[in-house]
């Protein structure tokens, strides 16, 4: 069975900063993408950032300059560094991963538990 766990987040003031860390466990045979989510009250889940296995990355227009995803394959975890953090961003935030568990499986998407990122003004 795959896990994702996360850590980190919190309450942080205007232009503060944060970071989210994300680990898989369990059964892996690879990881392909990785990449953070978000879901603010009363909005739609949106695509915060993602990163491949190659490092290449690609931001959602309105965290690009202030976040960086990153990723360590040798630890199966992905990261994010949040800074100059908006009211706006505040969120409950997802770490996310194309995970297959067998050579020649399916791939699937796993999500983490959420993390609670507030920001205040």
């Known amino acids: 069975q795959v896990r994702l766990v996360e850590s980190g987040g919190g309450l942080v003031q205007a232009g503060g900063s944060l970071n989210l860390s994300c680990t898989a466990s369990?059964?892996?045979?690879?990881?392909?993408?990785m990449a953070w989510y978000r879901r603010a009250p009363g909005k739609q889940r949106e695509v915060v950032a993602s990163v491949l296995t190659t490092g290449r990355t690609n931001y959602g227009g309105s965290v690009k300059g202030r976040f960086i995803i990153s990723r360590d394959n040798a630890k199966n975890s992905v990261y994010l560094q949040m800074n100059s953090l908006r009211p706006e961003d505040t969120a409950v935030y997802y770490c996310?991963?194309?995970?297959?568990?067998?050579?020649?499986?399916?791939?699937?998407?796993?999500w983490g538990q959420g993390a609670q990122v507030t920001v205040s003004s």
């Open positions: 996310n991963a194309l995970i297959s568990v067998q050579s020649g499986g399916t791939w699937d998407a796993y």
């Open positions: 369990g059964t892996i045979f690879d990881i392909d993408v």
